[in-house]
């Protein structure tokens, strides 16, 4: 049994209150350090895993490190490859820059290399004695510098080369008497930067004496004269032999001169103002007639040119006696002319007697191809027909052309557009005028028409370029231009031939032929031997029968230039497309006299197809026979002029005023034959061959309605 306490029981009690308390602590303290320690143990897990997470991490930083350390591995090789290259580039750089240097050294020529801001960069060996630099002079401005050889405006020369891009040239001399030659020229990089400019001088002594030499012995020995004029006060520097001679002189006398005192230049009209013009023109040519010393006459041709010597302008006269020269070349000239005239008068009749046959060819083509087109519904090969008529239009043309060369055609007059005119006539001018002549042809696109007759200015036109043809094997340029031009009263005063007043102007320029002084200087610049110049006067029967107004100017050596002038039309402006479209069908009854059986019936059927009723016959005795029994009456008789025998226009004429019918006329004559047959009286009454159906219905209607005008 428990041992009986010797406490009272008060005393235990307040014991095991106090146990119990301790108790409560002690469960409490537990509680608390369980608490702590599940809080630890949440801790040391979570570190444990931040631990685990910093160990991937670093083993993700280790392999990043390991990538690194192989690319920094590769990178390392690369650069030891860079480095080798640059190297080796070096290397190569070293031994261009010592070969540059080497062969700087090697040649005899003093060269400055400047930069932008006109500092030295670098300079050959040579230059140190020509131009007393130093190596130590490297990286100065060159205006720093006083050179042996003087040039007070270097800096300003070096800037322009840069500014301007162009390279410049300068003749300079030492104080020794050397002659050098300076050459600056811009320095561009290999990416084609200016970076600089380079200076360069040519030791040029020896070979300007010997130029000197040559040329003192070709001033001498000249087969003209020469004397040579100082541009600024017109001072005679020297004169060859020759001059002398020439001028009835000694050389000592000339020189020191004024070259107006000369009588030959004062012939010539050379003065003072024309020096001052020689500052422009920086050339002249003269002729004038002088008498020699001897007194005989001579033809002297005076050319003058300005050109630089040293430091001035100097004026060379070359005086050339033209007097055998001209007769010789007039003689052989007037031969090969001849003879030309006589091949185009040739050319002319075979030209003549194929274009009847070959018009009326041209005019069944024609026809027929209207024809075949005709109606609502074209023929598969419309598109062939069309390119056959626009073949035969082309050969009209080539027709009319022929026709121009070889005859006096007039023409009928119509607005005619000029550029059109030259633009056809091409293939002709090429024919003509041979591989011998460059043609070139500068047109105005804005060109005004013109009232004239296409033949005569395509006549005007090859006339004048066959004028400029020159006999012989030499080559020559030959330029056509058309342009709307005003003269006003100063040149109008000058060349009075021309009156003040707007006109569209051909100009033919060749530099191969020249018009002789006498009739380049009077109202009529053809007034000339035809033999000499056969294109001349075939021209200017053309310019007067137009009423047009013509300019002509030679100069010797150089050629001659003939503008022709012809007034623009009152409608001018007018498009060629703005006339408006005409009714082409008509009625009644047309008698067609013409010898050509296809031609006529060709021509029958467009007329048909137009509502007419035809009448064919080959004579007018024919028709006669045919009219016979005509009930209805006759509207027209349309009779070729060109066939039949002497009385047949007597006829034709006799048969219209039988049926009180219209008379009309189809030809291919020129006008000089029609007019001797009264033909021309009524050129409105007259159709040219070729022509087309619409050409022949407007025609036909036009005669017929002339006849009896329409109410």
């Not at 050379?270 to 005989?296: C, H, K, W, Y």
């Not at 007759?453 to 395509?458: D, K, M």
Request: aromatic letters at 4%; one cysteine or more; charged letters at 30%.
């Amino acid at each position: 049994p428990p041992k009986k306490s010797g406490r009272k029981p008060d005393e235990q009690g307040d014991r095991v209150a106090e146990l119990e308390e301790e108790l409560g602590v002690t469960r409490r303290y537990l509680q608390t350090v369980i608490e702590d320690q599940e809080a630890i143990t949440e801790e040391l897990k979570s570190a444990n895993e931040e631990i685990q997470s910093s160990n991937e991490e670093l083993q993700s930083t280790n392999e990043e490190l390991l990538t690194a350390k192989e690319e920094l591995q590769s990178t390392n090789e690369e650069l030891t490859t860079v480095n080798e290259e640059m190297q080796n580039r070096n290397d190569e750089l070293v031994r261009t820059n010592n070969d540059l240097l080497n062969l700087l050294a090697s040649v005899n020529i003093p060269m400055v290399m400047l930069g932008g801001d006109l500092k030295i960069r670098r300079f050959t060996p040579q230059t140190e004695r020509l131009l007393n630099l130093l190596p130590t002079d490297v990286g100065r401005s060159i205006s720093d510098f006083k050179l042996k050889i003087k040039v007070p405006d270097l800096e300003e020369l070096v800037r322009g080369v840069l500014d301007n891009l162009t390279a410049a040239e300068r003749e300079l001399q030492d104080d020794e008497g050397r002659v050098f030659s300076m050459w600056v020229r811009p320095y561009r990089t290999a990416d084609n930067k200016i970076d600089g400019a380079v200076l360069a001088l040519f030791d040029v002594t020896d070979r300007k004496q010997a130029t000197e030499a040559r040329f003192r012995r070709l001033f001498e020995t000249s087969r003209d004269g020469l004397i040579i004029v100082d541009h600024a006060d017109g001072v005679i520097l020297d004169a060859n032999p020759l001059a002398a001679r020439m001028a009835g002189k000694d050389r000592s006398e000339l020189i020191g001169m004024q070259a107006y005192a000369l009588e030959v230049f004062s012939n010539a009209g050379i003065r003072p103002q024309t020096l001052a013009e020689l500052r422009d023109n920086e050339s002249l040519r003269r002729q004038v007639n002088f008498m020699r010393r001897d007194g005989e006459w001579i033809d002297v041709e005076i050319v003058a040119n300005v050109y630089q010597e040293s430091d001035r302008r100097v004026v060379q006269f070359s005086l050339r006696d033209m007097s055998g020269r001209r007769q010789s070349q007039a003689g052989r000239e007037g031969v090969e002319r001849n003879r030309e005239v006589r091949d185009l008068e040739a050319a002319g009749h075979i030209a003549a007697s194929i274009s009847r046959d070959f018009g009326n060819d041209l005019t069944t083509i024609l026809i027929l191809c209207d024809l075949l087109l005709q109606g609502n519904e074209k023929p598969a090969f419309a598109a062939d027909i069309d390119r056959i008529r626009q073949a035969a239009n082309h050969a009209v043309d080539l027709d009319r052309q022929l026709l121009a060369f070889g005859r006096h055609d007039t023409g009928r007059k119509e607005l005619v557009d000029l550029n059109s005119v030259l633009s056809g006539m091409r293939q002709l001018i090429g024919a003509v005028m041979g591989e011998r002549y460059t043609i070139a042809s500068r047109t105005d696109p804005a060109l005004k028409r013109v009232e004239a007759s296409s033949a005569q200015v395509e006549r005007i036109i090859l006339n004048l370029l066959i004028n400029a043809r020159q006999p012989g094997p030499a080559r020559g340029n030959i330029s056509v231009e058309t342009a709307n031009v005003t003269v006003d009263s100063d040149f109008s005063a000058r060349h009075p031939a021309v009156q003040p007043g707007d006109y569209v102007a051909i100009t033919v320029t060749d530099s191969t032929r020249q018009i002789p002084q006498e009739p380049r200087a009077s109202a009529d610049p053809f007034r000339v031997d035809p033999s000499q110049y056969s294109g001349l006067p075939a021209a200017l029967e053309a310019i007067r029968d137009l009423g047009a107004q013509v300019w002509a100017f030679s100069e010797l050596g150089v050629g001659s230039t003939v503008r022709v002038f012809f007034r623009p039309a009152a409608d001018a402006a007018v498009p060629e497309g703005a006339r408006p479209a005409q009714d082409l069908n008509g009625s009644g009854t047309i008698v067609l006299i013409d010898a050509d059986d296809e031609v006529r019936g060709a021509a029958s059927r467009g007329l048909e197809a137009r509502g007419y009723q035809v009448i064919q016959a080959r004579t007018p005795d024919e028709a006669g026979k045919s009219l016979a029994g005509e009930k209805n009456g006759v509207e027209a008789v349309v009779f070729n002029v060109d066939d039949g025998a002497a009385d047949g226009l007597d006829r034709a004429r006799s048969l219209a005023a039988e049926n009180d019918a219209a008379i009309a006329y189809l030809s291919s004559e020129p006008d000089a034959v029609l007019a001797r047959r009264g033909v021309l009286d009524h050129p409105e009454l007259l159709l040219r061959k070729p022509f087309s159906v619409e050409q022949m219905a407007l025609f036909v209607r036009s005669v017929t309605q002339r006849r009896r005008p329409a109410e």
